[in-house]
C-alpha cells in the first residue's frame, strides 16, 4: 500500500505522518523539528529529520511537474540576518531568492515558485524564467536592471521604475505577500546562512495561496 511513495517501509504510523504534513504546510509561522518531535511524541530526533526531509523531497518534486502561466509577477529577496564577528550586521549570511507568483484574469493568485540565486543577474533572471514560465506569459517586476532582457526570451515585460514602497506593494500586491508570509513562516525553521537548508525550506512553500492564511504547501 505504501510502496512508491514516502511512507515506503517506515515504521512510524501513518496518522503521525499525516500530522506531520499538516504542521508543516498549515503552519504559517512554521515550525522546528524540535517542536514536530514533542507535539507527536516521536522519541527519535533522526526518525523526525529523516520524515520531514522526505516530506520536503516529495514538495520539490511535485513542484517539477508545472509551469507558471498567466500574469507573473516577480521580485528579488533576500533571506537570512547580516553579522559581524562583534555581533553586528553585515551581508555574509544573506541569500538572494527569486519568488514569482502566477495570477488569473481576475487577478487571483495561483501558484508561486522560489529559487535561491547564487547571483541575481540577467542569466539567473532569464533560466529561472525559461525554466519556471510558460512561454510568451506576461512578467509584471520592479525596475530591477536584470530583468528587461526577459523580453529577450519572447515575455511580455510590464515593468515600472520609481515607485515608492506603497505603489510597489500595489503594483506586485501577490509576490510581496508571499515574500512577507515566507520569512515570517522561517522564523520558526531556519537557522540563517545555510544555503542548503534555505533551499529546502523554500521547497516547502508552494501554494495555492490562502489569502487569509498565507502559503500553504502542497504534495
Wanted: net charge positive.
Amino acid at each position: 500500500m505504501t510502496a512508491g511513495t514516502i511512507f515506503h517501509k517506515t515504521r512510524t504510523p501513518l496518522r503521525i505522518w499525516f500530522w506531520l504534513v499538516l504542521l508543516m504546510s498549515q503552519n504559517k509561522h512554521g515550525v522546528s523539528m524540535l517542536e514536530a518531535q514533542r507535539m507527536l511524541g516521536i522519541r527519535s530526533y533522526k526518525t523526525v529529520w529523516t520524515m520531514c526531509h522526505k516530506i520536503r523531497t516529495a514538495m520539490r518534486h511535485r513542484d517539477g511537474r508545472y509551469k507558471l502561466a498567466g500574469l507573473v509577477e516577480l521580485d528579488d529577496a533576500s533571506f537570512g540576518h547580516k553579522f559581524k564577528s562583534d555581533g553586528k550586521r553585515n551581508g555574509a549570511t544573506e541569500k538572494a531568492v527569486r519568488v514569482m507568483v502566477s495570477t488569473t484574469s481576475e487577478g487571483k493568485p495561483k501558484f508561486t515558485k522560489m529559487e535561491v540565486a547564487g547571483y541575481a543577474g540577467v542569466l539567473h533572471a532569464q533560466k529561472m524564467a525559461r525554466d519556471q514560465i510558460e512561454p510568451q506569459q506576461v512578467i509584471r517586476t520592479d525596475g530591477g536592471n536584470s530583468f528587461p532582457a526577459l523580453k529577450e526570451l519572447g515575455f511580455e515585460h510590464d515593468r515600472h521604475v520609481g515607485m515608492t514602497p506603497k505603489q510597489m506593494d500595489r503594483f506586485l500586491p501577490w509576490v510581496h505577500t508571499v515574500i512577507a508570509n515566507a520569512k515570517r513562516f522561517m522564523l520558526g525553521t531556519h537557522h540563517p546562512g545555510i544555503t542548503e537548508v534555505l533551499a529546502a525550506i523554500l521547497g516547502r512553500i508552494r501554494l495555492p495561496i490562502q489569502p487569509a492564511v498565507g502559503c500553504r504547501a502542497t504534495l
